[in-house]
């Protein structure tokens, strides 16, 4: 009792610390926010947040805290209720790291922007919504953290408004996420139908039906950018480097496998929704990493790695292993924020340069960023003992030793092979070769807040796997003996790739033009999905739309011309007539006066 009551205190006093930034201006008007007291704010809430994570990690007790009830129904009472639990005590410090060194970061990225204070704002409320969402235990709570990661995700993707890219982006980001915001909604008004209640840890059924999981699998596709509601991952990319980098490590794009980790024991009860979810896994895995392996933008290729990464994380929910997705998540925030603010550095030091054809020898002037980039690329591929490989390497594992099919198995592994590829492949061209870069560009990386949070993401980065891993029991036991080449199909699928992408870069230095085939412009046009499906729905609708006005045109103009409008023309002049049998002799006398003096003069005129 004394545990969970300090788990409890500690938990809270890291929210209130948190929220600080928020509630001091409302309260004093003469107190000012600036960057860098947010940027403290989160330092001391990470600090803060490491004693309730270890206690739990010490003690293993969870707890249910519910402070206020809203009964707007008489027998449907939605409690604010937060959990403390395994998930919610891990992702915490993690998720306050990770921003803590992007706000840094940004510090140094936008000094010359103005509205800084706005932006750090904004940048704050997106980690708070995030982590109402983690820290909910009933759906109502869930879907405020739901729909505020989406509205800031909106408004600092369209944070440079004045480009209309930016602007394109940001309505993208939003449009997509209404469509799983529907699936979400459905199952929340099933679970209040049938449960009677949004309580999460309730919501455990012995056979749920198709329709509310498939709900969810929706609202999870629309978040993580799975296959089908991908595309607005990509175009994020318009925003600042430290939106990308918050977007993409521990906020947005997990929230919707964090939904299915949240939701798993109604999921685990029907086997059609765990194939969905494998299968739209695999698939998604794959098809980000074939688009990633054409890329030339230095920061379209990390985004779909993300991409690729959360289709990894899909695979497990589908697996039924959602604490191993939990760990893909928690290992995989600390690489990818690294890897976005290698690049954020590069492409400040070249000019705004992302084309990595035009960048190369940058090994020598700029050796932090460029062997964190290294660093957080070989994490990536799951390369061992550095943080991937805990999660990587387990999922592929226990995909090989279990009983789904083989067709997600080898998708998998094509997409693990061609991670290798991709990454191997913007690190020779970004780092070494020749020198292909302006010659006047001013480089200088000896900036604390530059150096101080990629070098902390990538000590994150090396033991973080391994530090996590050990406090993450398995639910399921796994099998002790397996044949080795079982054990280490993800190294040799890796090595595959790398070997693969030497090859290439060998063959790249003798052929004088590279040729076009169908392979290529699959991957570099990003499956011909964007044209087909943003063209053929807007002309569609447009279409629709038209012929919709012509048709109320021509209903509008029939009415007025046609029998309607006679008719009524008819009815009006009746009605002028009736009015002049009043009765008074007066008026028929002039009534006749005048028509006798009309003809008159008709008649005079003719």
């Known amino acids: 009792m004394e545990t969970a009551l300090l788990l409890n205190t500690s938990m809270f006093l890291t929210l209130a610390t948190i929220l600080t930034p928020m509630l001091l201006p409302l309260l004093s008007k003469t107190y000012q926010n600036t960057p860098t007291t947010i940027t403290r704010t989160i330092k001391t809430a990470f600090l803060t947040s490491l ?10 007790t969870e707890s249910i805290t519910s402070n206020w009830e809203w009964k707007f129904i008489m027998d449907f009472k939605i409690p604010l209720s937060f959990k403390m639990d395994q998930y919610s005590m891990m992702f ?16 140094w990225y936008m000094t010359t922007e103005p509205h800084t204070t706005k932006f750090f704002s904004y940048l704050l ?26 509205i800031m995700s909106f408004l600092l993707i369209g944070w440079w408004h004045g480009r209309a890219e930016a602007n394109t982006a940001a309505l993208q980001a939003v449009l997509y996420n209404r469509i799983g915001d529907i699936g979400l909604i459905l199952s929340m008004a099933w679970l209040a139908s049938s449960m009677n209640s949004w309580e999460i840890q309730l919501s455990h ?68 929704a765990l194939t969905t979810c494998l299968c739209l896994g695999a698939l998604s895995t794959l098809f980000a990493a ?44 600390f690489f990818k924020a690294m890897l976005f603010l290698c690049s954020g550095s590069i492409i400040h030091c070249l ?24 660093i957080g690329n070989l994490a990536l591929m799951g390369t061992p003992f550095l943080a991937g490989f805990y999660s990587k390497d387990l999922i592929i594992e226990s995909l090989n030793t279990s009983y789904v099919n083989a067709w997600a198995l080898l998708l998998t592994l094509l997409a693990t092979a061609f991670t290798a590829t991709y990454s191997l492949r913007m690190t020779l061209l970004v780092q070494t070769g ?41 639910t399921k036991i796994p099998p002790m003996t397996m044949p080795i080449t079982t054990k280490t199909t993800a190294i040799l699928v890796t090595i595959l790739g790398i070997v693969l992408a030497l090859e290439l870069s060998n063959m790249a230095h003798t052929l004088t033009q590279p040729k076009q085939n169908t392979y290529s412009n699959f991957s570099s046009t990003l499956g011909y999905f964007n044209p087909l499906i943003h063209r053929s729905s807007s002309t569609k609708l447009l279409n629709s739309g038209q012929e919709v006005a012509q048709s109320l045109t021509d209903l509008s103009w029939y009415k007025k011309m046609g029998p309607e409008g006679l008719a009524s023309l008819q009815q009006t002049a009746a009605k002028t007539t009736a009015t002049l049998h009043t009765g008074l002799i007066k008026t028929y006398l002039g009534s006749f006066a005048l028509s006798i003096l009309i003809t008159a003069l008709l008649t005079q005129t003719n």
């Open 51 to 60: 004693a309730p994570a270890l206690l739990f990690a010490h003690s293993n």
């Open 125 to 150: 409320m997106f980690l708070i919504a995030m982590l109402t969402l983690t820290i909910a235990n009933n759906m109502f709570l869930l879907f405020i953290g739901w729909e505020g990661v989406g």
């Open 351 to 374: 000019n705004g340069e992302q084309d990595i054809r035009k960048m190369g020898g940058l090994q020598k002037m700029l050796p932090t960023t460029t062997t964190c980039l290294t």
């Open 290 to 333: 074939t688009c990633a392996l054409t890329q030339n933008d230095i920061k379209k290729i990390i985004a779909f790695s993300t991409s690729s990464q959360l289709g990894l994380m899909m695979v497990t929910i589908g697996l039924g292993l959602p604490q191993l997705a939990f760990l893909h998540i928690s290992t995989h925030a």
């Open 92 to 107: 915490f410090p993690i998720a306050l790291f990770v921003t803590w060194s992007i706000l840094q970061f940004a510090s």
């Open 434 to 474: 020749p020198t292909r870069i302006p010659v006047l560009t001013p480089m200088n990386e000896n900036n604390p807040t530059l150096y101080n949070p990629i070098t902390r993401l990538a000590v994150g980065s090396i033991l973080a796997g391994l530090l996590i891993s050990s406090t993450i029991p398995p």
């Open 205 to 272: 059924s012995p056979q749920t039906p198709m329709l509310p999981l498939l709900g969810l699998i929706l609202a999870a596709t629309g978040k993580s950018a799975q296959f089908g509601l991908h595309p607005w991952l990509p175009a994020a990319m318009e925003g600042p480097t430290p939106v990308s980098a918050l977007l993409h490590s521990s906020t947005m794009v997990v929230a919707g496998i964090f939904l299915l980790i949240r939701t798993h024991p109604i999921l685990a009860t029907n086997q059609t």
